[in-house]
């Protein structure tokens, strides 16, 4: 199947300082990356919609000046949690979707970032 | 908008049973529903889809099935093994013109006892 990365695995920091996560798919071109926040024992839920080029669509209650995405290229979105508290501690997951190897409509997952706030 | 709804939220069988899990979804312009596992500290993986213009699908011990007329849809694992134990999500999506969202239940436990 397709593979997705992510880094860095794992994060502390700080309240109050950013931070970055990064999504890559490594064998197909992904035109559209998606973010997921998922609290302890429950389901994911999607923050924002990104096409590679444009502004990311945000899901409502998300807010867009804190969580910046950015989807430069075909394989690379970014995510950064700005002025990050502890209540922005969670698992995030991006996932992607494209052409070439992957079949339209299926999404597949990176392994997760679990950020911790302090 | 789409709700999915997963039950049950808990399942523990012997190694070697069946497990059988089961998702409604409301929006019927849905077509396309992926089961996703996730273990511990993992990103969720692929395991089996279906598309609205089949009705099973099957691939070795896991398989599908989808009723369009009563919007719902099963994941069947038979023959169960310990390494099968992690967390089970379905997922529902419409077409929307490329920007197709998935909705995901809430996800069942699985534990399959030795």
């Known amino acids: 199947g397709a593979v997705v990365s992510q880094h860095p695995s794992r994060v502390i920091c700080k309240s109050g300082t950013s931070v970055k996560i990064e999504c890559r798919s490594l064998d197909f071109q992904a035109t559209t990356m998606f973010w997921y926040r998922q609290f302890p024992k429950q389901s994911l839920m999607l923050m924002a919609t990104?096409?590679?080029?444009?502004?990311?669509?945000?899901e409502q209650g998300v807010e867009k000046d804190k969580f910046l995405i950015n989807h430069a290229s075909l394989t690379l979105s970014t995510l950064t949690v700005t002025s990050a508290h502890p209540e922005d501690s969670s698992f995030y997951i991006c996932?992607?979707?494209?052409?070439?190897?992957?079949?339209?409509?299926?999404?597949?997952f990176g392994p997760g970032t679990r950020l911790t706030v302090l | 908008g789409e709700n999915v709804e997963q039950h049950p939220s808990t399942l523990s069988v012997q190694e070697g049973d069946s497990a059988v899990i089961k998702c409604t979804y409301s929006d019927s312009a849905s077509n396309y529903f992926p089961w996703y596992k996730q273990e511990l500290g993992k990103g969720p993986q692929l395991i089996i889809d279906?598309?609205?213009?089949?009705g099973e699908k099957k691939d070795q011990r896991i398989a599908v099935t989808l009723n369009k007329t009563a919007k719902h849809f099963s994941l069947h694992i038979t023959e169960t093994q310990p390494e099968d134990s992690a967390v089970y999500f379905c997922?529902?999506?419409?077409?929307?013109?490329?920007?197709?969202?998935?909705?995901f239940g809430k996800g069942t436990k699985l534990t399959v006892n030795p």
């Open positions: 990104s096409n590679e080029g444009s502004k990311a669509t945000y």
């Open positions: 997922a529902a999506s419409r077409p929307q013109g490329g920007s197709e969202k998935l909705v």
């Open positions: 279906i598309r609205s213009n089949v």
């Open positions: 996932s992607a979707r494209g052409l070439g190897r992957v079949s339209y409509n299926e999404q597949f």
